[in-house]
C-alpha cells in the first residue's frame, strides 16, 4: 500500500517523516512490517533496543483516533507484543505514546515506541 501526498483512504495530512520511509523515499532499517503497520529502528535510541511502531494510516495522534480505529489500534497492540517476543524482551519493556507538543510529540503521526534491553523505574518516566 502506497500512502500518496499523505493519503489514505480520502484522509488528507502533510507528508511526515513516516509517511515518507513508508512509501521508500526515506531509507530506514525496517524490522516488521505487514499491510497495516510498519516498524523501524529508531535513529536515535533511548534504550539498547528502541523500535518505532507505525500505522500506514496516518493518524496524527492518540488524542483523535476515532471509534473506527480500534481494530488497527488493537492490531498495533499485538504487533508490539509480537516483536517484544522477537527482540528477547517480553519480560520487560516499556512502550511509549507522545500526544501533541506538550507531551513531547516531534512527529505529528501516531507511533509507538517499544524500548527494553535495559532495565526501567517508575522514576524515570
Do not use: W
Not at 488497527?72 to 507484543?81: F, N
Amino acid at each position: 500500500m502506497r500512502i500518496k501526498a499523505g493519503l489514505y483512504q480520502g484522509q488528507g495530512m502533510s507528508d511526515s517523516i513516516f509517511t515518507k520511509i513508508i512509501n521508500r523515499e526515506i531509507p530506514s532499517e525496517i524490522i516488521y512490517e505487514d499491510d497495516l503497520c510498519i516498524a523501524i529502528n529508531d535513529i536515535h535510541p533511548q534504550a539498547p533496543i528502541h523500535i518505532l511502531i507505525i500505522p500506514k494510516k496516518p493518524l496524527v495522534n492518540l488524542a483523535e483516533v476515532e471509534e473506527s480505529d480500534k481494530d488497527l489500534l488493537g492490531h498495533l497492540m499485538l504487533v508490539i507484543s509480537k516483536l517484544a517476543h522477537q527482540q528477547g524482551i517480553a519480560e520487560g519493556f516499556r512502550v511509549v505514546v507522545n500526544n501533541g507538543r506538550g507531551g513531547g510529540q516531534a512527529v505529528f503521526h501516531l507511533h509507538f515506541r517499544l524500548m527494553g534491553g535495559k532495565s526501567f523505574s517508575e522514576q524515570g518516566m
